[in-house]
């Protein structure tokens, strides 16, 4: 604590998952995601190391979109750890149950998990929206997209919230795992305001099959961070369709000098 990081978690079982825990050099905890419920025992000792302490205080909790990789670590720690740690905000979007059951199953149950311990944090929840800037800290938010009703495809992903983050002089770009058409309108309302810009972004949906290359053109980021497994980082799954050596070619191209990858390990990038 005290120090202006992001700590990139592992997953333990070497599986999809979106984990991070941010601390700013004014003592602010903030997490993004947390990944998979069977990672809940390590998200916790992490957290609780990071934190110096063993009930953790955390100023903000981003929720990037209703698929379990991404969010049954929190609904898990209210379940069965609730008591455990503090939590003063939850920011999130989450479109209805019913548009996500259209497509996606698992997304519709997790939103009936979602409905299920939403009375626990209820009164720390913040519905965001495109446009908003705030500050938790040190750390300054602008989200940039949240869920589209009118994207009638790819609903689950494309309704992950799209946002920059400012911290210690570095921007860093979170794209959950937004789909084309998320990174599409983000790239359509801001593409000339400046703001995507940044030296650093989240990799869309694991680095596979998530924003297009335009987007990431216009991030044009030093540092990529990926989210990612080791099988989807070596694209194999079995059926040869991930993306993720093509889009690591387009991020080689555009010139990242650095990549940070979950499968390797819980790595600290200090702005």
Known sequence: MGKNAIHIL???????????????????????????????????????????CDKPHIDAWFLSHPHEDHVSVFFNMLDNHYGEFEVDRVFLNFPSREYLAEEDESAADSME?????????????????????????????????????AIRSNRANNSSLIFRMELGGKSVMFTGDAGVEAGEKALR?????????????????????GCDRPFYE?????????ATPSWVWSNVNGTGNLRT???????????????????????VIEL
């Not at 997953?11 to 419920?37: H, Q, W």
């Not at 998990?113 to 800037?133: E, N």
Request: aromatic fraction near 14%.
């Open 218 to 226: 216009a991030v044009s980021p030093d540092v990529c961070i990926w």
């Open 245 to 267: 050596l093509e889009v690591r070619a387009w991020m080689e191209e555009l010139g990242v000098k650095q990549n940070y990858v979950s499968w390797n390990g819980t790595s």
């Open 113 to 149: 998990w979602f409905y299920r311990v939403l009375p626990k944090f209820a009164d720390k929840m913040r519905i965001v929206t495109g446009g908003d800037v705030f500050e938790v800290g040190a750390a300054k938010f602008y989200m940039l997209y949240t869920h589209d009703y």
């Open 10 to 52: 592992k997953s333990v079982t070497d599986t999809i998952g979106n984990s991070f825990i941010i601390t700013t050099e004014d003592g602010k905890l903030i997490v993004m995601d947390g990944g998979f419920a069977s990672e809940t025992d390590y998200f916790i000792s992490y957290l609780k190391q990071v934190a110096g």
């Open 189 to 209: 309302i801001y593409g000339g305001s400046g703001l995507l810009k940044c030296d650093m972004c989240q990799m869309a949906h694991h680095g596979q099959n």
